[in-house]
Nanobody, 115 residues
């Protein structure tokens, strides 16, 4: 029913860019708060960026100035533009939605930053 499907991950060199997408279905996307999390092997899942239903954004300190979260309600999609990527950004990036007191997770997309 509810689905969050991430795409756009891949292998990129340090200093490069990627744009992740999360396509949502099964709920009223425009009323949901959306977030990107990431999890590297052996580490805890951490918040990368969030965006409210009104469009206000917040970021983890380690990505400020490099990443931008945005949403397109007409496409039921949230994006994460990732610039100036570093090897320590390597992780599985997961899409999160909060709607009507429920929380939903996508399965994630792999981002690998390596030369």
């Amino acid at each position: 029913q509810v689905q969050l499907v991430e795409s756009g991950g891949g292998l990129v060199q340090p200093g490069g860019s990627l744009r992740l997408s999360c396509a949502a279905s099964g709920f009223t996307f425009s009323n949901a708060a959306m977030s990107w999390y990431r999890q590297a092997p052996g580490k805890e899942r951490e918040l990368v960026a969030g965006i409210s239903s009104a469009g206000g954004a917040n970021y983890a300190e380690f990505v400020k100035g490099r990443f931008t979260i945005s949403r397109d309600n007409a496409k039921n999609t949230v994006y994460l533009q990732m610039n100036s990527l570093k090897p320590e950004d390597t992780a599985v990036y997961l899409c999160n939605a909060r709607h009507s007191l429920m929380t939903y997770w996508g399965q994630g997309t792999q981002v690998t930053v390596s030369s």
